[in-house]
């Protein structure tokens, strides 16, 4: 998911999409988009749900496994590609 602030209108399209929040309410989705991100040397072309409802970029399962992440918890740091 992508905050729409961070979406130009033109970028997005209409999604009929449904979330609900692990509180179980209903976060409302204003279209998708795809969306280039970058991570240090590495441009990543990411398919977002757009929200006005988050405040931030949340970056999901799908993207991990696509991506090949690895989450180092203890050592406070995601390896991507390698």
Do not use: K, Y
Not at 30 to 57: K, M, N, R, W, Y
Not at 66 to 82: G, V
């Amino acid at each position: 998911m992508i905050p729409a602030r961070c979406v130009p209108e033109n970028l997005s399209s209409p999604s009929s999409q449904q979330l609900n929040a692990a509180n179980g309410t209903t976060i409302d989705v204003a279209g998708d988009a795809d969306i280039e991100l970058t991570f240090g040397d590495i441009f990543i072309v990411v398919q977002c749900l757009v929200s006005e409802h988050v405040d931030e970029i949340l970056l999901g399962l799908t993207f991990m496994e696509a991506n090949q992440c690895i989450w180092n918890f203890q050592e406070r740091f995601l390896e991507m590609h390698d």
